[in-house]
């Protein structure tokens, strides 16, 4: 099973922050993120509740669900779908608190590959590694943006 969490105290007021990783369309100027586009919008915001996003880089994407909206505090998604690899999230949250005039954001997300014995093994702690460098980087760009 992989486990990620990274946390990140960013010097952004909490709306802004929210607004930035909630919208779907900002994911294409982070780092490592290719592709970014709404195949079924949300509630009550397009980006809301029940939205499904693919995210992409080259041959890896990412077909996301928003599972929970709650602005400017949190929203969590699932992960319904994966390529070339084949997921199976448990969860995924980003919560936010604001700090002052900052904003804390903890992001998770669990899960395993489901791959016979490699899965486990190898691809689970790839992802580990490989998620925690992409969400901080993610963080440390819009931290800085």
Not at 10 to 19: A, C, G, P, T
Not at 83 to 104: D, I, N, Q
Request: hydrophobic share 35%; aromatic share 10%.
């Amino acid at each position: 099973m992989f486990r990620i969490r990274v946390e990140r105290l960013i010097r952004k007021d909490i709306d802004s922050v929210f607004d930035v990783l909630s919208d779907h369309g900002n994911y294409r100027r982070f780092p490592g993120i290719e592709r970014s586009v709404l195949l079924e919008p949300g509630k009550p915001e397009e980006n809301g509740e029940g939205a499904l996003r693919c995210l992409g880089s080259g041959p890896v994407e990412f077909y996301e669900r928003i599972t929970r909206y709650e602005r400017p505090t949190r929203f969590d998604y699932l992960i319904e779908r994966s390529k070339p690899l084949p997921f199976k999230h448990e969860k995924g949250t980003l919560l936010f608190v604001p700090e002052g005039g900052s904003t804390r954001v903890v992001w998770t997300s669990e899960g395993h590959i489901d791959v016979p014995l490699l899965g486990k093994l190898v691809f689970d702690r790839l992802v580990e590694r490989r998620g925690t460098l992409l969400f901080g980087r993610l963080l440390e760009y819009v931290d800085g943006a």
